[in-house]
T-cell receptor, first 110, second 113 residues
Framework: GESVGLHLPTLSVQEGDNSIINCAYS??????FIWYKQESGKGPQFIID?????DKRQGQRVTVLLNKTVKHLSLQIAATQPGDSAVYFC?????????FGTGTSLTVIP | DGGITQSPKYLFRKEGQNVTLSCEQN?????MYWYRQDPGQGLRLIYY???????QKGDIAEGYSVSREKKESFPLTVTSAQKNPTAFYLC????????????FGQGTRLTVV
């Protein structure tokens, strides 16, 4: 999984499979988390968010899970499609500032 | 459509030159941010502005300057004091400081030639 400052990890999945991207956050005071998708040469796009009073949130084909005990966040993408290929990174917000992970590069194999 | 517009998309700077990156938003957001993105690293905060006519240094402000004279505009100047300016620069905004979802522009890629 990703964490601030580490090398960019990569994940390759077959089209149609589910993808799981992980993120370890560091600040136990963080109360809001976002997953972003960034395509090459473009700005990050919001995917899904979750507050610290929740442990799971679902969107269209995406689910975010939050485990506050171990400070871990994951993004699950169902039925991964070629258009999902991008860098995905998490962001934590302490109510004061955002802190961003380095990202995971997802490649979908047709 | 509301959003954030960064320009130009690509920018080339000669050694010793100052260049200014534009960031405009029509989301009526109070807070705006500038981040720098380098390969294999997370976004690093350069400057932020909580409200018009106010701005604060972020984690890597040296060699950069900003202004916030209008709510919708937050230009970033990369000065000659910035020794390694080649990077992808991202502007973002939130409804308020410490607010929730950050909206990003499409970025400006700056290259020193």
């Amino acid at each position: 999984g990703e964490s601030v400052g580490l090398h960019l990890p990569t994940l390759s999945v077959q089209e149609g499979d589910n993808s799981i991207i992980n993120c370890a956050y560091s600040n136990s005071a963080s109360d809001y988390f976002i997953w972003y998708k960034q395509e090459s040469g473009k700005g990050p796009q919001f995917i899904i968010d979750i507050r610290s009073n929740m442990d799971k949130r679902q969107g269209q084909r995406v689910t975010v899970l939050l485990n506050k005990t171990v400070k871990h966040l994951s993004l699950q993408i169902a039925a991964t499609q070629p258009g999902d290929s991008a860098v995905y990174f998490c962001a934590e917000n302490t109510g004061n500032q955002f802190y961003f992970g380095t990202g995971t590069s997802l490649t979908v194999i047709p | 459509d509301g959003g954030i517009t960064q320009s130009p998309k690509y920018l080339f700077r000669k050694e010793g030159q100052n260049v200014t990156l534009s960031c405009e938003q029509n989301l009526n957001h109070d807070a705006m941010y500038w981040y720098r993105q380098d390969p294999g690293q997370g976004l690093r905060l350069i400057y932020y502005s909580q409200i018009v006519n106010d701005f604060q240094k972020g984690d890597i402000a040296e060699g950069y300057s900003v202004s916030r004279e209008k709510k919708e505009s937050f230009p970033l100047t990369v000065t000659s004091a910035q020794k390694n300016p080649t990077a992808f620069y991202l502007c973002a905004s939130t409804l308020s400081w410490g607010g929730t979802e950050a909206f990003f522009g499409q970025g400006t890629r700056l290259t020193v030639v």
